[in-house]
């Protein structure tokens, strides 16, 4: 089928120096990458690699020194509305409810506000928050703080979803029970999802393919297909092809975290 090889997210020889007081910092080097719409991608690789400024660059919220990045074939010039984001800590404002969180882009980026409320209340449902649409953030665990941001990078109904780290903050149950639900989520819904994560295990159980990146400055060095049918469990990861693949990417990080 044709349709299957359209790319989501093309980046193409992408290089980011920063300028600091105290001289520049090569963050990211030849990054070149092709993610094909509805694929599940994870990238991994040791802190201070580049990963978060790659999402940054990706989403448009900073420019890159060279190279290319395209949502859906059009070139990243600024934030889009083709690509939502989610971060490692749910950054909702205190102010306001649950919802009219979830509603912030809606406002940002002028769109429909009934459309938008149908979609926020649906996807709420699916995340298992609803019932808590007039709830303040305070009055949620930091698991449902999450999963209300990941509604809000949603709500635009974007093609494109990039998570940096976002379960970093959360205690190992309520992380399985979130990579439970991104994985439900993108079954259902067949976004486009790069997702950046420490964990090995988390990478394997929701990926298509893991891309691993050499420490600083940040170059990929190694790709991993997955192709174990979902849905999956967490009883798969002891299979002996996913035990395997673990074994595999993470001597690749080993590698990669020692140049
Ligand atoms: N705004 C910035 N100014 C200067 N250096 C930065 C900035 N943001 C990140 N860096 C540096 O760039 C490198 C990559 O950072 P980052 O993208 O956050 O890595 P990761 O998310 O993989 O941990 C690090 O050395 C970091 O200190
Ligand atoms: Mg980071």
């Known amino acids: 089928m044709v349709e299957t090889s ?10 980011l120096i920063y300028q600091t007081s105290a001289g520049p910092i090569e963050a990211l080097r030849g990054v070149s990458l092709d993610v094909r719409d509805g694929e599940f991608i994870s990238i991994i690789g040791p802190s201070g690699c580049g990963k978060s400024s790659l999402l940054k660059l990706v989403l448009g919220l900073q420019d890159a020194t060279r190279g290319e990045i395209r949502i859906a074939g059009v070139p990243v010039k600024g934030p889009s509305r083709n ?8 950054v909702l404002l205190p102010w306001r409810t649950i919802l009219e969180n979830v509603l912030l882009p809606v406002d940002v980026m002028k769109i429909d506000r009934k459309t938008a409320m149908d ?3 649906e996807l709420l449902k699916l995340v298992g928050l609803g019932g808590f649409e007039t709830r303040y953030p305070f009055e949620l665990s930091g698991g449902m703080q999450q999963r209300a941001a990941i509604v809000r990078a949603l709500v635009h109904d974007p093609r494109l ?13 309520t992380r399985e029970q979130l990579s439970a639900e991104v994985q439900r989520l993108w079954l259902e819904s067949g976004k ?16 298509d393919r893991i891309i ?4 600083r400055p940040g170059r990929i060095v190694a790709e991993y297909k997955n192709p174990f049918p979902r849905p999956r469990t967490f009883a ?3 299979s002996p092809e996913l035990a395997s693949l673990m074994i595999d990417i993470r001597e690749s990080l080993d590698r990669a975290s020692a140049t």
């Not at 690509?83 to 749910?90: K, L």
């Not at 998570?163 to 149950?173: I, K, T, V």
């Open 6 to 15: 359209k790319e989501s997210l093309s980046i193409q020889d992408l290089g």
């Open 192 to 207: 486009t999802i790069v997702f950046i994560t420490h964990s090995i295990n988390e990478a394997v159980f929701l990926s």
């Open 236 to 238: 798969d990861m002891g």
């Open 119 to 121: 979609r926020a209340n």
């Open 161 to 173: 979803l990039i998570m940096d780290e976002p379960f970093a903050a959360l205690d190992a149950l």
């Open 83 to 90: 690509a939502g984001g989610v971060f490692q800590s749910p």
């Open 212 to 215: 691993v990146m050499s420490a």
